[in-house]
């Protein structure tokens, strides 16, 4: 079964610069395209950003755009997500997925989730 375990959560001021990252175990990791989502108390979980198996296609939601990046290592079975200028509204529990191959931008399509990490941005 594929394990993915994200960590770098964090308190951060608005502003601030932050990197999660997630490690994915027991699969081909290079064989996965890759996504973050975030899920605020009492809201859905909404699609952050998406990188495809070969980190050549990256996708983001209009509110990260410009601000977030995400990238991957394929050597070392991660993902990460550069998050800089963060913003109250950015406060959230944040997840990676991973699907085979195809990026996609719906939580539904994805097989495999992290536990999250909790992103908090005070103003």
Do not use: H
């Not at 198996?53 to 990238?71: L, M, P």
């Amino acid at each position: 079964q594929v394990q993915l375990v994200e960590s770098g959560g964090a308190s951060v001021q608005a502003g601030g610069s932050l990197r999660v990252s997630c490690v994915v175990s027991r699969g081909t990791f290079s064989n996965y395209a890759m996504a973050w989502f975030r899920q605020a108390p009492g809201m859905e979980r909404e699609f952050v950003a998406t990188i495809d198996w070969r980190g050549s296609s990256t996708y983001y939601a209009d509110s990260v755009k410009g601000r977030f990046t995400i990238s991957r290592d394929n050597a070392k079975n991660t993902v990460y997500l550069q998050m800089n200028s963060v913003k109250p509204e950015d406060t959230a529990v944040y997840y990676c997925a991973a699907r085979l191959f195809l990026v996609s931008m719906t939580s539904g399509t994805y097989t495999y989730w992290g536990q999250g990490t909790q992103v908090t941005v005070s103003s």
